[in-house]
């Protein structure tokens, strides 16, 4: 276990095979930890994200629902078919200020906030096929078995 020393130098210990043996073992008990890390970061992400994300998919239900109906009252008006198109939304601001607010959400971004979580679940999907493992919707890490090749 004693190996000659380089450049002049006295021997230096080397190694011994039950040393590399434990780091390679402390360092898989280091990756777990690190995944299990990791995994609690993304729960707790996911989690953080499920109330806004179900309140904007509240204000998107009820926006969407009086608008419909809107629409409806707008639409089974005899009056709309006799006078113009803007005259029409004029004497029916229920349906067009709901509809205004519809069009603004949408480009505010709601589309995108109802769906946020799946959204940053997906994205560490494609990043976790690399290293054969994935996630379910909350965050959970699913290890995948290693492929075989023969």
């Given amino acids: 276990m ?3 020393g380089t450049h ?7 190694q011994p095979t039950t040393t590399r043996a434990m780091n390679s073992l402390e360092q898989a008990e280091g990756s777990q930890h690190d995944l299990k890390a ?3 970061r993304l729960t707790e992400y ?9 309140r904007w998919r509240m204000i998107l239900i009820v926006v969407s629902v009086c608008m419909a109906t809107g629409a409806w009252n ?5 009056d709309t078919q006799k006078v113009s198109f803007f005259s029409s939304l004029w004497n029916h601001p229920f349906f067009t200020i709901s509809c205004i607010t519809l069009i603004a959400l949408f480009f505010a971004g709601i589309h995108k906030r109802v769906v946020a979580p799946s959204i940053i679940a997906a994205r560490c999907r494609m990043v976790l096929a690399e290293y054969n493992m994935s996630c379910d919707d909350t965050g ?11």
Avoid: M, N
């Avoid at 002049?8 to 080397?14: D, F, I, N, S, T």
């Fill in 8 to 14: 002049g130098q006295h021997g230096v210990l080397a």
């Fill in 38 to 40: 990791f995994e609690r």
């Fill in 140 to 150: 959970k890490l699913i290890l995948k078995p290693r492929p075989h090749i023969q």
């Fill in 46 to 54: 996911v989690s953080c994200l499920q109330p806004a994300t179900g």
């Fill in 2 to 4: 004693f190996s000659p």
């Fill in 74 to 78: 707008w639409l089974i008006d005899p």
